[in-house]
């Protein structure tokens, strides 16, 4: 198989399947096991958001950046609530945004986002909170995070429930039409390490919502 970015591979996966092709999209773990991904969950319709969603996109105000737009397909209902910038880190994707509408998002990488805004909300739909791909990477994501907050401002995330473990760091390889992406890290972090992370930070977090599978989280500077 060819390799490619892994972003990249992923982006065309999406403009492709924009434009009606229905190839299947995989990732990959260490093992091996390959997960199918739902690609038509980057082009729901407001009304088909979910509940967490939706609550999220509600709690949301005023300068508002979202972490991980991909498609952009909160940022019509989020529009509602702010003003908003969203960010994703891979070119190809932002071209797919755009090309559906969503005129401000633009590439850039969270770590290495610059600007001298200072925002109400950040927003992590998606479980993107698990950018972070380890815990010390994760530790220097809150921290940024806390640098572009304003002193009253709050963090939105929906993460994974992860129960009997401090956390799980995985490493995915996308896969899609016999080509195959680079490794990348993610991390699932239970409630009560994110929160021991996030009081590092100088953070505090607050679980608005929970059920077997997801939190609501909010975070907000201490």
């Given at each position: 198989?060819?390799?490619?970015?892994?972003?990249?591979?992923?982006?065309?996966a999406?403009?492709?399947?924009?434009q009606?092709?229905?190839?299947?999209?995989?990732?990959?773990?260490?093992?091996?096991?390959?997960?199918?991904?739902?690609?038509?969950?980057?082009?729901?319709?407001?009304?088909?958001?979910?509940?967490?969603?939706?609550?999220l996109?509600?709690?949301?105000?005023?300068?508002?950046?979202?972490?991980?737009?991909?498609?952009?397909?909160?940022?019509?209902?989020m529009?509602?609530?702010?003003?908003?910038?969203?960010?994703d880190?891979?070119?190809?994707?932002?071209?797919?945004?755009?090309?559906?509408?969503?005129?401000?998002?633009?590439?850039?990488d969270?770590?290495?986002?610059?600007?001298a805004?200072?925002?109400?909300?950040?927003s992590?739909?998606?479980?993107?909170?698990?950018?972070?791909?380890?815990?010390?990477?994760?530790?220097?994501?809150?921290?940024?995070?806390?640098?572009?907050?304003?002193?009253?401002?709050?963090?939105?995330?929906?993460?994974?429930?992860?129960?009997?473990?401090?956390?799980?760091?995985?490493?995915?390889?996308?896969?899609?039409?016999?080509?195959?992406?680079?490794?990348?890290?993610?991390?699932?972090?239970?409630?009560?390490?994110?929160?021991?992370?996030?009081?590092?930070?100088?953070?505090?977090l607050?679980v608005?919502?929970g059920?077997?599978?997801?939190?609501?989280?909010?975070?907000?500077?201490?």
């Amino acid at each position: 198989m060819k390799t490619k970015q892994s972003m990249d591979l992923f982006g065309e996966a999406l403009e492709a399947y924009s434009q009606g092709d229905r190839s299947p999209f995989y990732l990959k773990d260490r093992s091996g096991e390959l997960s199918r991904t739902d690609l038509s969950r980057h082009f729901r319709k407001p009304d088909q958001l979910s509940k967490f969603e939706k609550k999220l996109i509600s709690l949301a105000y005023g300068d508002i950046l979202d972490v991980g737009c991909g498609t952009g397909n909160y940022i019509p209902l989020m529009s509602k609530r702010g003003r908003v910038l969203g960010l994703d880190r891979s070119p190809k994707v932002i071209d797919v945004a755009k090309k559906t509408g969503c005129k401000n998002c633009k590439v850039a990488d969270i770590f290495t986002f610059s600007t001298a805004t200072k925002y109400d909300t950040i927003s992590f739909l998606g479980n993107n909170l698990g950018i972070g791909g380890t815990v010390n990477k994760t530790r220097k994501l809150l921290k940024k995070l806390s640098s572009l907050l304003k002193n009253d401002g709050q963090i939105l995330a929906i993460g994974r429930r992860v129960i009997h473990k401090k956390f799980v760091e995985v490493q995915l390889r996308p896969v899609w039409k016999q080509q195959i992406g680079s490794r990348f890290d993610w991390i699932h972090i239970s409630k009560d390490f994110l929160s021991d992370l996030c009081e590092q930070a100088g953070l505090r977090l607050k679980v608005l919502q929970g059920n077997q599978h997801y939190y609501l989280f909010r975070i907000v500077k201490k």
